[in-house]
């Protein structure tokens, strides 16, 4: 074989492997690891949201007992609720394999491309031949069951959000599910490398459209969850305000109660600041990657805000359980006496 088309086909060998390592190993990788015990952003956010809106939001007079509001509010879940739960967790595990699955499956399809690829550099092997072409097609349909598998698990938590818009971005997903399926047609036609070259960049383009919607559908959800317990927060600050305020009218010193305040009010204010930011940019036109990536910081950053305030919360609320338990111990030597 002349040097000159051995190099040809190695540079489009390089290419399909590039292309495809972009793809999966750089893109999916991040976001399926935590199967592997190194955490997924997206989920994470996702928990951190729902731990955040279950935190400290409970009635300000019923301070005293909230492990016993905590537990009123578990038994008191809808079997709906609960069935919904338990046929989420089931999916997810079904999902979670099948990722598993497909993701073994395409790490040993790359090792046997790469075998491939040093045979036909050695010019032991014709890159067109059947079992090139065979090799070549075999790491196409790994890298796209690979990429199905993400995305199913995608539509899954979308489903299961219930946000705005859930049915339109589940709709989304499942548009770009059908067209990586239907590349599977043109790999199965294709006689030459230079063909499933074509194909690569096609899958290329569809899985770049379809990582911005799964990036936009997990970020727009987890904003919807922070928005939710910004709300609840704001009604809680002016109760506890309103508490404070009584206690304060009655000879009780609460300068630092109102400090402590003051300091959750405040990482209120800059989580919905950095929230708005991450809007600003999900509703933006020709969002990309990168703007979709920074958005997510913001509501990483909202969070961490959020978490602060959560921290000072508890501190709010051990303060007003300790004085409400004061009070019903002074009552009772009152009552002694």
Partial sequence: MEKSRVLQYLACFTIILTVLSLLTGGSLAARDSSENGNGNPNQHMREEARNSYRNETGNLSETGNSELDAEKQQKNLSSK??????????????????LQFHKQEYKEAKEEFLKIRNRI?????????????????????????????????VKSNMAYSNGNGTEEKITAIDEKIKSLEAERANIANASSQEELLVVVKSVRGVWNNAEKTSLAGAGQTVSEKIGEFLKESENLSEKLGVKIESMKETGVNTAELETKLTSYVSYIRSAQEKKEAADSIYNGENVTREDMQKANNYLRQSLTDINKANKILREIFGELKDYELEQINGTEVKNIT
């Fill in 81 to 98: 609720r609960r069935n919904k739960v338990s046929e989420y967790k089931q999916e997810r595990k079904q999902l979670d394999g099948e």
């Fill in 121 to 153: 550099r050695a010019e032991e092997l014709d890159p067109n031949s059947e079992e090139a072409l065979n090799g070549t097609k075999l790491y196409l349909n790994s890298s796209i069951n690979y990429m199905i598998a993400h995305l199913s698990n």
